[in-house]
């Protein structure tokens, strides 16, 4: 089995933030693989289902962010999971808008949300990055991963969550591969095949034909 950690902060306030995108990454693979009906646990809402031929649990931390270990940690407890056992999706500032990647262990780069996570249940879980780009200096971090997704983002931010959710079941398997290219399928999807033949070029027009009628003739008879 599987837990599976979408980080953000909870109310209605925060639903639209940038640093929600885990939040929404979560209801998204829920309603798209036909999870139960999300339920409180282990101070968030929590809701149970299948990925593919793999159990999984979803678990959106009502703690808020800085406290997010807390919860995780009381999930792990109750279901005997390992720290391999946990993937966490969360916002990435130094990923590009759009980009998503995997990451096992490491550090936490300064996020609240799996700095708490760490302080609980160590560091050797997964990540799923998911890019929300960077406000460009450090004083305006806050301010931006805590204001709404522009209505320009909409597009690519719908991508990414679909891309997210169709590669859902490959990631719990273990086939990281496969997750990250069903999100590029969807964030930048290939173009139509035209098979390895050139189309034929079109015919030119023949060159107007100068000669004089006199000369026509005597060219037939050469």
């Known amino acids: 089995m599987k837990l599976l950690v979408g980080l953000g902060n909870p109310g209605a306030r925060y639903a639209g933030n ?3 995108i885990g939040f929404m990454a979560l209801d998204r693979i829920a309603s798209d693989h036909g999870f139960g009906p999300w339920k409180r646990g282990f101070q968030g809402q929590m ?3 299948r990925l593919g ?10 703690t808020f962010m800085n406290l997010s270990g807390q919860s995780v940690g009381e999930a792990m407890r109750f279901w005997k999971l390992t720290p ?3 993937m966490v999706f969360h916002d990435e500032l130094d990923l590009a808008p759009g980009k998503v990647r995997l990451k096992t262990g490491g550090g936490h780069a300064g996020h609240n949300g799996l700095r708490s996570i760490h302080a609980h249940i160590g560091e050797a879980y997964d990540r799923v990055r998911l890019g929300i780009g960077h406000p460009g200096h450090k004083d305006r971090v806050a301010g ?6 522009a209505k ?3 597009d690519w931010l719908d991508d990414v969550m679909r891309g997210v959710s169709d590669g859902a ?17 969807r964030v930048a999807p290939p173009r139509p095949s035209t098979g390895t033949e050139r189309p034929a070029k079109p015919a030119e027009p023949p060159p107007e034909d100068t000669r004089s009628t006199l000369q026509k003739l005597a060219d037939r008879f050469r």
């Open 152 to 154: 320009a983002e909409a």
């Open 47 to 49: 809701a149970e289902g």
């Open 84 to 86: 391999a056992d946990v």
């Open 169 to 185: 079941a490959a990631l719990v398997s273990g086939d990281g591969p496969r997750f990250l290219n069903a999100v590029a399928q």
């Open 144 to 149: 931006y991963v805590l204001a709404d997704f």
């Open 18 to 20: 940038r640093h929600n």
């Open 53 to 62: 031929s793999d159990k999984a649990v979803l678990l959106k931390p009502e």
